[in-house]
Structures are given as C-alpha cells and as structure tokens.
C-alpha cells in the first residue's frame, strides 16, 4: 500500500457566521490550506470527499458540486460523506483510500456546516436526527440526555465526579481562550461551570458544545507529491473506524463506545504504535463526558480511570497527553461535519511546531471523530517524519 | 494498484414497499447478494458504504449504522454518502477504493431510499433538493423543467424528435416488462406515450421516471477473495468520476453532462477499452432525454445522433449496443440512493448470463450513474474473465 500524507490544512473561524454560507465558509478553509504548501496548484487536486450533516443554508441535498464550485474546483469528482458528527473523519478516510490505491495524487477531504442560520426549534431538533429516532428520540431522548445518561453511569461504576467531568470543559476553554478561531474565547472557572443550570443532569450548559458554523479541510498527498511540496512531512500511519448500535438500549454497556475501540485498535495496529506514545491528540468532546470516555476507548488510560485524566492534569497543555489543544467541540465549537477535519487541523498545526497552544516535541498525534452517540467512529494517527 | 472484482450484487423488488422500511429494503438486497456467493462469510465484509439521498422512513441523519445492524454488520466501519441520484455509484467507488488500496479485501457498496411513505408535497418537493436551489429551484424551476429544457434544446440544436426522445421509455417499459423486480411491467406504445400529459413540454407522464422504494448492493473483493468465492470472475476494471455546476444556467451546453463525459473518458483510459467495447450497459434515465444525452456522454454515439440509437434500435435488446435491459430508472424505478447499485446489479446478472433479458456473449458492461441534473456522474466498467 502507498504512503499518505498530510500536506496542508485549513479552517474557517468557527461560531456564528451569519454573513457567509457554506459556500464561503468552504473556501476560508481551503484558502488557509492553500497557503500551507508550496508548489502546489490547487488544480492538481484531484477528487473532494466533503463531510456534512445537514450543511443547512439554501441546499437542502447535493451540496457536493456547490462546495467544488466555490473552491473553483469543477469538473474533479466531489461527493458528500455522512455520519453524523462523524462525518468528515469518514470522508477523509476515504480520501486516504484514493490516494493508497493510487488512483489519486492528491486529494481534498472536508466538512462544512450552518448551524446557526435557522430556527431555534429546527436547531433543537438537529442533534435529534442524528441519535436513534425510532425508540430514543421519539420517547422524549434529547442528545444531552443521551450522553448524561452515560455521565452518570460512569459516576456510578467508577466513582467518577462531577468536578472531573466538569473540569474537561475548563480546560478546553482555557485552551481556546489562545485560539482565536474558537467560538468561545472566555475561560470559566470550575466553581461557575458546576453551579450552572444543568441541561441533563449531571451536564451543565457548560458541558454541553454549542451549535457552530464552520468548515475545514486537510489535504492528502502520494509520498512523491509530499515531497515536491514541502519539507515537513507528515504521514498518515493509522487509519481505524467503527460501528456500534445506534440507539444506547442496544449496547452492552452505556460507558464505553465500542466503535471508538475497535477504531483506535485498528489504526495503533497499522501505525505499530500504542496509545503511550501519542503526543498530543484531539478527541470528540461534544459533551464533557464524552472526552473522558475517549481517553478510556483510546487506551489513554485504563477503563474507569479517565476522570483522573483531568482531575491530575494529565491532559492538560504541558501534561503527559495533551487533548484538545484547541479548543475542543466544547470551546473551539462543533460544526458538525467540520469537526472530523477540524481535529485534523489542530494535530497539522502541532505536528509543524505552528499550534498556539504548541506542545513540546509533538511529533504523533491522533483524532478521535464520533458519529451520533457513538454509533461510528474514526480514528486517525499522524506522525511527523523527521 | 490492486485488482478489484465484483463478486455478487442484489436488489430489493423496486416499487412502493409501504410495509418495509429502509432496514428491510437493505436486507432484502443484502441477503440475495449473499445468495451469490459461495464461501463468504458475511461477517468478513470488512466495510460498508451506503449511498442514499434522504432515505425516508423513521431515520433523518446517520443512517449507516442502522443499515449496518440490519444486515448484522454493527461494528464495521460505515458510513452514508450522498450525491442526489448518483450517491450509491459514488458508494461503489469509495468501496472500490478501499480494497485497491489494500485496505480491504472485501467491502460493501450499496443505496436505499424509501420515496412512497412521505406526503405528496413533500415527495414533489424531494427532486427539487437534489438541483440548485438557490438560483433555479426558488424561481420555479422542477425537475422535470430542467430535463424539458434539455430536451427542447436537443431537439433545436440537432432535429431530435419526440418519437426518439420517447422512445426510449417504450424500450424500457419493454425491458421491465420481465424484470420481477421492475416498479411498471407494463409495456407503453409509442402512441399512448406521446398523448399523454404533460409534465413539462417535450416529456410527457411516460417521459418521467417514478418515485420508487427500493435497495439495492454490491460486494467488492480482491483478487485473492474472489477466487475463492467464484469461479465468474468479473473485474471493475475501469472507474471515473467527474462533477459540473449544479445549475444549468452555469454551464456551457444543455445537451451535454460534461461530468458524465469526464467520467467515462477516466473509466474507459483506465480500461483500456472504448465504448465500442461495451456489450451491455445501464445509463440514467431519470428522463427519456436524459438517456440519449447518456449515449453522446459515454461515446456510444457522435454528438446529436442519441436519436436516432433509439430510433434505429441500436439499444434495444438484440441490438448493438442493449441498454437498461432491466428497465432503467423509467420502469425497473428510481430509489434515488440505490439507483447506482442497482445498475451495478443489472450488468452483474448480464455478465454471470443470468439476466432476465440476457445479451447474448456480454462480457464487458458499463453502468452510469448521474446526480442532480448532472451535477455529478461516476461511471464503471466491469468485464467477465474467460
């Protein structure tokens, strides 16, 4: 199989952007990307995979050929990939098999989303589409529900506190605060997050992400296209994905998203690494619970012990793992099919020693991309050639 | 590159299904293809990509992994690709990718779309998500207008006749005729076609595809696999993709889908072959006029002669080159997101010769799968090796 890289990467301020489309959006991203590399002609792009969820604005289905068009990049294959908030990590491993097959050189892997331009009852409504309609969402469960059930699940089988929960939040805003593309630049205190009004319980707004425009793109290339364009080169060396069951009822258990697992066990496998030697990563915090449930999947830590994670620091910037650099879907925000390639942004700029929360001697890092409430997964790891 | 082969494909009866949903439409397809193939363990597909528009039914987001847990494939990693009419022939791409690369050696490509169980409203409404929406959708324009347009234009430009235009659906009712699984086994004269109503000057009802239930999958395998699973081997042997601007007003013909044009120029420079070569194929025919620009695209004919392919019979089963001897997105029906596959399936049946309308000696066939009013194409060429 052919090596791949990861040659550039770009995103648009996330938050709300009530003044560009997806269209626009789409193309900040590609532009930043753009200007990451050298010696690349944005012509030489081959095919496109595009992660949306909804995407919303104007199109309502076949945004694809829009996104191509507005990045001038008509005429070259573009489709849009599904899964949820697992959307765009799913559309750039497919981006990867083009370019390990060697039909393609180089090719675009991206998300975009509007979430902000439409009805508050919609935006509610949103999160829904994306859990189990059938028995969840039609019983009256709501996406915070979800998750908070697992929350506290986890206090209960491993003592898990609120202060650990909570205090993911903390730090991803702290992180974010330096990241002027995240929606939230403010820091809280964990004081202020645990007395807020709880949405679900144990979750307050502040363990909650919020609701984002945004987009993002990486650009993946063959080891001689790599090579012409620059000289920091990273490869793409694990490549893992999953499925679970859609609706909680049906899995065995409520603390562990097995499609994250199975999708960090095969992408350590292919990168002949373990999860010890990541260096820096990003995770799907789109609830605080969710981050400590990653590092669990991940193999950070063992099972029951990712609330320590926080409470000791461990992942904080400076610690052993740094996680969600910046921002998180927490702070930085979580456009939904943007995210997949966001995380992908973040560990690019690490990766180059170019981050604003840049941890020392980074040179593998990993995204970790969920779908719905854990019914997909993808996990990716980079390393940095030196 | 890895050689990839298509080692069996089934189908959904297409039609209105108001007693099955979209998990059972899949399965209905997903247990003939396992009916295909001796000595595969279903839980050896590795991998699952799902092509579908808006699916219908229950589910509104993140679908994959329940038409994962359908088939008893919860854990592999899936995910939805969309591309309006063309999304599971982008599937099939993506699949075909992931085993060329080495990835794989076995993976799923497949659609499904539930189109009867959704109020008229919102069913006349379903085209128009799938073409521009801001600049043509907004200001009146249907589907159908914009097929109608292409076809007064074809007519204008190179003396197209209604007769010809028309005749297409004549075949193709006649086609569908034998197919079991066919939306309308009834066979249309020429006549009744042309007297019919309206739906946009020059097409008439019969000038329209139906909305249609159905499922349809395909199952990719590497050499090694696909020797052990058959001994009729048949190779994807060519694959091309391109996309255009999603409103007609953007490009420079009417009577041309130059993604369609680039994708088969991609599929036949990567086969070796020409159109000439091909024995048997299935185009899209979302509209009669969308059949005949499918024979100028694909190289079946010179530019402004599709015409007269039909009214020569050069496509007619028996003729030169037979085309949707299944019935076509006319008759056999057109699930959006199972639309590709399903084409897949039909030139699967011709080259095992076990086609209900058999072309004697096919070997080498041609499936063309389009998106929107030819925003997107992809197009494969799969050959039977003697």
């Known amino acids: 199989m052919r090596k791949v890289y990861l040659i550039a990467a770009g995103e648009s301020k996330f938050g709300t952007q009530i003044t560009k489309g997806y269209e626009e959006l789409f193309a900040d991203a590609f532009l930043e990307a753009m200007e990451q590399v050298e010696n690349l002609d944005p012509n030489d792009i081959q095919e496109g995979m595009i992660g949306s969820l909804a995407f919303g604005g104007s199109q309502l289905g076949n945004m694809s050929a829009l996104v191509a068009d507005s990045v001038n990049l008509i005429g ?25 097959s060697g039909m393609n050189d180089i090719a675009l892997a991206g998300g975009v989303e509007k979430m902000q331009d439409i009805s508050k009852a919609t935006r509610l409504y949103w999160f829904g589409v994306a859990g189990d309609i059938k028995w969840e969402r039609l019983s009256g469960m709501t996406f915070p529900g979800n998750y908070a059930l697992m929350a506290t699940r986890h206090m209960h089988e491993f003592g898990t506190t609120r202060e650990q929960i909570t205090g993911a939040a903390v730090k991803n805003h702290k992180n974010a605060s330096k990241n002027p593309k995240a929606q939230f630049r403010n820091q809280i205190s964990l004081e202020k997050a645990l007395k807020a009004p709880f949405v679900a319980y144990p979750l307050t707004v502040y ?101 320590k994670m926080i409470s000791e620091g461990i992942t904080e910037v400076g610690g052993k793992i740094p996680v969600n650099t910046g921002g998180g879907l927490k702070a930085k925000g979580h456009p939904i099919g943007a ?9 690019f700029k690490q990766l180059r020693n170019e981050h604003v929360n840049q941890v020392n001697g980074a040179e593998i890092g990993l995204t970790h991309n969920v779908g719905g409430t854990g019914s997909a997964c993808s996990v990716h790891v980079f390393k940095r050639a030196r």
């Open 76 to 100: 070259k294959p573009f489709a849009r990939v599904e899964n949820a908030c697992g959307a765009s990590g799913f559309a750039f491993r497919y981006a990867f098999y083009s370019i390990a």
């Open 339 to 347: 995210t997949g390639t966001g995380q992908i942004y973040e560990i």
């Open 207 to 307: 363990d909650c992400c919020p609701l984002t425009d945004g987009a993002s793109c990486a650009i993946l290339a063959s080891e001689e296209v790599a090579k012409k364009c620059t000289d920091e080169l990273i490869e793409i060396v694990g490549v893992g994905a999953g499925t679970d069951h859609l609706a909680l009822y049906q899995r065995d258990s409520l603390t562990r998203i097995e499609a994250a697992k199975k999708a960090a066990q095969q992408a350590f496998e292919m990168a002949k690494l373990t999860p010890q030697d990541i260096h820096v990563a990003e995770v799907h915090d789109c609830f605080t619970i969710a981050e400590i449930l990653a590092y669990e999947d991940v193999g950070f830590c063992k099972k029951g012990e990712g609330g």
